[in-house]
């Protein structure tokens, strides 16, 4: 058709395109799957055990520190890799840990390594494409960043500062970490409160598409978990004859794949059984795509410009233009740098200066705690000699009574004496 209308033909027999799928399905079981996976949150939310609980294996372990170590100061991207094999499906599975997260007092900026952690994938990615051979790209990009929030009332700050400055660079699934520790009640008032600040803010979350579920309904459903409420455990339990991963307490068990207990059935559907082929491709198609066209659009608008400022003039007046703009952008490094250094002198002294009044109302509280202790030391010393000065009154008249005691007695005993010596006289 010249118009380019596509017209729909029946047809009259078996043709054999309709096996496509299942081409599709013997190539990729052969290649095999990739999926990068991150985990961000504080130390002892259990991201370690809730992993290994997704994918009922050993494949992740905290950094623990022991009594003499200390954890890391600033925050550190590492990255491991397994492969898993199920039902003769290969998956690629790289596990991205960032040890530190908030666990220092100043978190001011450490989502920094992070963001940087991620965008060096995706430039990892634009190059490779750039290759004039590439049989096959190798896909490191991070398609989905769980992060896990710590029990309590709602957000912190540093959560939304991190989620704000990723969301446009990876797919974010906010996680409950110890959910166990909250009331049925506390946990939906807490994710409501979530939510509610989430929106507030305008943090785009990972959205999950309508058309990957049979009706509405089913999405509403799985939309209202968030943020997922999740209890992991590596410990399997006899539970009324079946055996299944739980936590036990005095007041009963917490079942790990039980909706009733927590949403770890809704998270693990999402990143396993029905949504990770579409964390791959938003992250594709959409997150990876605005990292390209920023890039591109950069050397392209600086090359253009470039050609045809170039073509107006003679190389000597080229070169002095080039030469003038290095330096200025120099000077223009140079005040970044200056401007940085006082920025973290100015952070330094405001942060020596609050350790100071800090230190100093210490000492002043030290310093008032000791006159206290001293007054009534003093108190104390003056009831003593009090105490003691009745004591010495006390016992200087026990011994004047006993003085006189002893006095009386003696002259009573003489004056008997003095009679019987009379008596004697008159019988002889």
Known sequence: DLDGDVVEKALHGYVGFANLPNQVFRKSVKRGFEFTLMVVGSSGLGKSTLINSLFLSSIYEDQKYG???KPPKTVEVQSSTVNLVEGGVSLKLTLVD?????DAINNNKCWQPILEYIDHKFGEYLNAEGHVNRPSVPDNRVH???YFI???HGLKPLDIKFMKKLHEKVNIVPVIGKADTLTPEECVE???NVMRQIEENEIKIYQFPIEEFEDEEEQQDLQAQLPFAVVGSNTILDVNGKKMRARMYPWGIAEVENPDHCDFIFLRNLLIRTHMQDLKDVTN???YENYRCQKLAAVTSVSL???VAASNRNPLAQFEIE????QEALKSMMADLEKTLEERVKENMEGMENHKKEMQTRHEAAQRHIEKIRTELDGKKKELAEQMKLLEELQLSTNITVNNSTTSLNSTKDKSHSKKSKGTKKLF
């Open 67 to 69: 009594s003499s170590e």
């Open 98 to 102: 960032t040890p530190g997260f908030g």
């Open 144 to 146: 989905c960043c769980l």
């Open 150 to 152: 710590a029990p309590g």
């Open 190 to 192: 807490f994710k409501a």
């Open 285 to 287: 198609n959409s997150l």
């Open 305 to 307: 410009d470039s050609k």
């Open 323 to 326: 030469k003038r703009s290095h």
